[in-house]
């Protein structure tokens, strides 16, 4: 397998329960099955499941787990079933790992791959390190054209296209229609970046935080409303003549705003839910049973991500927009502090340099 480095120690970002992330030694990852490869990270980020994990959202993710599912980096080593890439290739990591064999790959459902889906940072050790273990790696990984960026690559490991799949192609964007996005945080601005394939007449965000609406407004919001008062389904009501909107994402991932998303969708509409929820959402039926929505749930399979490499290689889309701050590695608990108080320091997406 021609591994190029022989550490047998690594640095890495450990889970060690709600509230308790530790950067610390770890034993270096090892090829366990021949379809594995070890990647050395050169850059990678903190997502708001990341945030979500901490507080013990997730029973899935156990303590002792190292974090992140996205990165890019250069291969350090393949196990002998791997036939796309070498040692020294440079690569950008999906956040989901497939097999491309399963009944569930097979239908493009990469996220339930009976032996991948999210599985980085989640159920196995993930890319908040110095190296990962990235299973399947012939399907798993993409190949980094020669003089890409790679910071805006890393957005292309889960945020662009989970925005893209779960709320925007989800929630049936369609040319001229009215799309409410609630949440104006990174995954939020995400599908406001990549709703714009599709030319919607009216995009209006939904959030608490003025300066997430200010950067809204500047990658392409018509209308911002700021829901601190409490009003926000009166003044979008007012802003679409009472008749609610056509596509209503909902990027948070609380009750307050699934529910707010319910309230303000129009008959014949779709609610297209990115959010990690932890806890129960209360389903309006008393007001929805007549009303011929849809409500729409994905995880990311990112089989949008071939498309979205060649889109950003034509320099149609900017995703370093997103980029706010940047740390080192070895600074990832500063980043954490930084990136988890949002609105004192007006992060969207953090990067983390090795």
């Known amino acids: 397998m021609n591994a190029i480095t022989d550490l047998a120690t690594m640095q890495a970002l450990v889970y060690h329960g709600p509230g308790k992330p530790a950067w610390e030694t770890h034993a270096k990852p090892r090829i366990v099955a021949p379809t594995d490869a070890i990647v050395r ?23 002792g787990r190292i974090l992140g599912h996205e990165g890019v980096g250069v291969v350090d080593s393949v196990g002998a079933a791997v036939t796309v890439f070498k040692a020294g290739d440079r690569v950008l990591i999906s956040c989901v790992s497939a097999c491309g064999k399963c009944e569930y790959c097979r239908k493009g459902m990469f996220s339930h791959c009976t032996t991948g889906g999210w599985i980085l940072g989640n159920t196995i050790d993930g890319t908040q390190a110095e190296f990962v273990r990235t299973p399947h790696a012939d399907t798993s990984l993409y190949p980094i054209p020669e003089g890409a960026d790679e910071e805006a690559l890393v957005m292309l490991s889960d945020i662009l296209p989970t925005g893209f799949e779960c709320g925007v192609l989800n929630g049936k964007v369609q040319p001229g229609a009215t799309l409410a996005i609630v949440g104006a945080g990174p995954i939020g601005l995400a599908a406001l970046l990549t709703s714009q394939f599709y030319s919607p007449g009216e995009i209006i965000m939904i959030d608490l935080d003025d300066n997430r609406l200010e950067v809204a407004k500047r990658f392409g919001a018509t209308q911002t409303i700021n829901s601190t008062d409490g009003k926000a389904v009166a003044a979008l009501m007012k802003l679409t003549g009472d008749r609610g909107v056509d596509t209503a994402i909902e990027a948070v991932g609380v009750p307050a705003t699934f529910e707010l998303c319910e309230q303000i969708v129009a008959p ?44 950003l290689k034509a320099k149609r889309i900017d995703p370093k927009r997103l980029i706010t701050h940047r740390f080192k ?26």
């Open 41 to 63: 990270i050169t850059k990678t980020t903190i997502c708001g499941t990341d945030l979500h994990i901490l507080k013990g959202d997730l029973p899935s993710c156990e303590p």
């Open 268 to 311: 014949g509409g779709i609610i297209a839910n990115i959010g990690v929820h932890g806890v129960p959402v209360a389903l309006h039926m008393e007001r929805l049973w007549d009303r011929n929505i849809s409500i729409t749930t994905r995880l990311v399979d990112t089989v949008s991500t071939p498309m979205l490499l060649k889109v």
């Open 329 to 354: 590695l070895a600074d990832i608990l500063d980043a954490y502090e930084t990136f988890g108080n949002a609105a004192k320091t007006k992060a969207l997406k953090v990067i983390l340099e090795a």
